[in-house]
């Protein structure tokens, strides 16, 4: 139907002005990564504030360990040092103080002496500094790196003694780290000088309130089919040249209370190469620990008229690796100590292992067996 002259439009109404907000001012994209940042920021405050750290005793002073040489590596990563003990570095010259140690959860309700004080390490006034690194020495008032870097134990318990020495640590930061955090304090951890951060290792070992030993490359019988690795203890080489060998090895750590092999069933057989080894060790103010690699190792009657701690092994816990095998050599080394008072048993880290480890560890209070570092066992 055709529109009249009084059919008109309705005027429209005018929108009122467009109100421009604060943020309207700025692009789409930027406002899209502000907010961005913001989540961020507060993922990362939630997670720092659910990070714990449980302390014994009184407050201290926040973790330092000194790292030196080729282990400042280690401080990229590889081992982390990690806060679940505090210990005070001691700068040069001051008095040596004790500091407590925390141990891991894994061991808080086993370790025999919990609050415990361990000496910071490495202690100037035990050390011997060369151009190529620090060496241990015994100190102007006598004391011996071995005792004074030992995890206290109170050599008065009258119970049967029970050591267990891990080796083969420092290669597989996996492995490492278990033995590190699942075992209590009491256990004594041995690291391989080929590790290329082995101090570190040493260092976060005694941040757990473990003891340490350093596993020194010796001569196989089958050498060079077996190769232990780069400056190996061999007997066709000249005293000198070996003892340069064994500087070089204790110069990848500090902290340590000695030295052991799992290689040398030649070298520890030879009466001619093993006594300069032990008179260094003396001199040094160090103990060792005969694994028995061989069956007639000389270590054990060389090191005491050498006047050397030695400790010697009493058990491989590892040589069947089932579960079942495991717990009868743990029974055995139990039973083994309480005949003679002392028993050390030695394995791998191997997650059986340690598996079958901690349950018998916890037990062994109960059965009235107490469970000691290695330097509690020497001779």
């Known amino acids: ?164 020495v891990v080796v083969d640590l420092g290669l597989s930061r996996v492995a490492s780290d278990a033995a590190i955090d699942r075992l209590p304090p009491n256990v004594t951890l041995a690291f391989d000088v080929q590790s290329p951060v082995v101090g570190a290792w040493c260092a976060r070992a005694r941040q757990a309130g473990h003891e340490t030993l350093l596993m020194v490359p010796m001569e196989p019988f089958d050498y060079p089919r077996s190769d232990p690795g780069p400056n190996t203890l061999l007997s066709n080489l000249p005293n000198s040249d070996n003892l340069q060998r064994l500087q070089w090895a204790l110069r990848q750590g500090t902290g340590y209370v000695g030295i052991t092999t799992l290689s040398g069933s030649r070298f520890t057989t030879d009466p001619d190469k093993i006594k300069p080894i032990l008179e260094e060790l003396r001199r040094r103010g160090l103990m060792i620990f005969d694994a028995r690699v061989a069956p007639h190792s000389a270590i054990a009657d060389l090191a005491h008229d ?33 005949l003679t008072c002392h028993a050390v048993g030695m394995a791998a880290p191997l997650p059986v292992v340690l598996d079958r480890l901690g349950p018998w560890i916890k037990q062994l209070r109960q059965d009235g067996v107490a469970l000691a570092p290695l330097s509690a066992m020497t001779q």
């Open 1 to 164: 139907m055709p529109s009249s002259p009084n059919d008109e439009k309705e005027p429209e109404l005018p929108l009122p002005p467009r109100r421009e907000t604060f943020l309207a001012r700025y692009p789409r994209h930027l406002k899209i990564g502000a907010v961005a940042a913001l989540l961020v920021v507060a993922v990362l405050i939630f997670s720092l504030s659910d990070h714990k750290v449980v302390r014994t005793g009184p407050a201290t002073t926040p973790i330092a360990v000194a790292i030196h040489g080729q282990d400042a590596k280690a401080a990229l990563g590889n081992p982390s040092l990690t806060t679940n003990a505090f210990q005070i570095a001691r700068s040069a010259g001051s008095d040596a103080s004790a500091v407590p140690v925390t141990t891991t959860a894994g061991g808080s309700d086993v370790a025999e002496n919990e609050n415990v004080f361990m000496t910071p390490a490495p202690d100037p006034n035990l050390s011997e500094d060369t151009p190529q690194g620090s060496l241990p020495r015994v100190g102007e008032d006598g004391r011996q790196p071995w005792q004074a870097y030992a995890r206290p134990f109170n050599t008065a318990d009258k119970r049967p003694r029970v050591s267990i």
């Open 306 to 338: 050498a006047h050397v701690a030695v400790a010697v092994e009493t058990q491989r816990i590892d040589q069947n690796l089932a579960p079942a095998a495991i717990d009868t050599a743990l029974n055995q080394l139990e039973q083994t100590a309480r």
